[in-house]
């Protein structure tokens, strides 16, 4: 819609250039620039107004004109059917988008809270994407939600990350996690303290710029805060020294046949898992996830658990494979998965 708007603008340019330019040449040298360029235009727009170039003593010149009022019409219904249609559709696309976005929020549950559409958010949101979580992401500008926006489906709010009536729009109520990545440290401090206000259940993790700032974040509400320059060192080091290591992670991160991710699968108290060995639970023959640890309800972390560690109410597995399988193997152990919004 748009092209053809843009192409019917520049077919009305030309009608007009050339009308103009016929008039300076069949008018004679008394036609001036001005008076030509505004006979062309009352010609084409069909005001009625009085002829400022005279044509009624020049034969060709009003045989030119009689051209110029039918292709002028045809060229004006053009551009006036466009334009319209390029308001109303695009008004009315909008409001459509804009409904089904709610809705579609309406039904979420379980779901994350993007707070900053951002380059780092827009890694998180990539990440969800591939692991099947449902999202909302919030940003005020509306260049930085259209970027985002091409990663894929998925509802996008703009507005204020810190104000209640736009995270009550996101349902925070219902949200399994917010994580707030806006530029300014001060301003994710915010989101913290208004999400941990409204919602005292929701996890929250928080970017912080600076390092100082990581303690406040906590104190404000954040289960997690992430120091972006501290990641970086870290990767900068794991590099250095353990280059291989680093290259299989990225390889696993970039598979493009499968989502290979370490992920956790919690076994709830009313699990069927509850009372099994983790041979019995066919995790690996089934699913085809590697348990690397299971964290007891406890708090206690036993790594590389062996095939005959028993499950408890309240551990967390956590296994090495396809997140697809991931989330087969969750639906097995009857975790609570939130279900993806339509």
């Known amino acids: 819609m748009r092209r053809q708007l843009i192409v019917s603008l520049l077919v009305l340019f030309v009608v007009l250039m050339t009308a103009t330019l016929g008039y300076l040449w069949l008018g004679g040298p008394e036609v001036t620039f001005l008076n030509a360029i505004y006979m062309a235009v009352i010609t084409v727009a069909t005001v009625g107004y009085g002829e400022v170039v005279d044509t009624s003593a020049h034969p060709a010149l009003r045989v030119f004109n009689i051209f110029v009022i039918l292709v002028g019409i045809g060229v004006m219904l053009y551009v006036f059917s466009t334009s319209t249609a390029f308001v109303v559709e695009g008004e009315l696309k909008d409001l459509f ?5 709610l809705k579609q929020i309406r039904e979420m549950k379980g779901h994350f809270i993007i707070c900053g559409a951002g380059e780092t958010g827009h890694y998180v949101a990539q990440e969800l994407l591939k692991t099947g979580h449902d999202f909302v992401v919030i940003d005020h500008d509306q260049e930085r939600l259209e970027k985002i926006r091409h ?9 204020d990350a810190a104000d209640e009536e736009t995270l009550t729009t996101a349902g925070l109520s219902l949200a399994r996690g917010v994580v707030t990545v806006l530029p300014e440290d001060r301003d994710n ?31 404000a509400g954040a289960n997690s805060a992430v120091s972006p320059n501290m990641i970086g060192g870290m990767r900068l080091a794991s590099e250095l020294i353990r280059p291989h290591v680093v290259g299989f992670l990225d390889l696993m991160l970039r598979d493009q046949a499968k989502t290979m991710r370490v ?6 108290e009313d699990s069927p898992w509850v009372g099994k060995t983790l041979h019995s639970t066919e995790l690996h023959r089934k699913f085809e996830l590697l348990a ?38 969750r639906a097995a152990a009857g975790e609570k998965v939130p279900q993806r919004a339509g």
Do not use: H
């Open 151 to 159: 990663l894929g489906e998925f509802p996008i709010l703009q507005g």
């Open 292 to 329: 690397l640890a299971v964290r007891r309800s406890s708090g206690e972390l036993q790594y590389n658990p062996g095939g005959q560690t028993v499950l408890a109410g309240g551990d967390v597995l956590v296994v090495l494979g396809d997140v697809s399988n991931t989330w087969k193997a």
């Open 97 to 101: 988008r804009r409904r089904k976005m």
């Open 189 to 219: 401090l915010l989101v913290t303290v208004t999400s941990r206000q409204m919602s005292p259940t929701v996890r929250i993790v928080a970017r912080c710029a600076e390092a100082r700032m990581a303690d406040k974040l906590i104190r």
């Open 263 to 268: 992920e956790e699968i919690v076994v709830e």
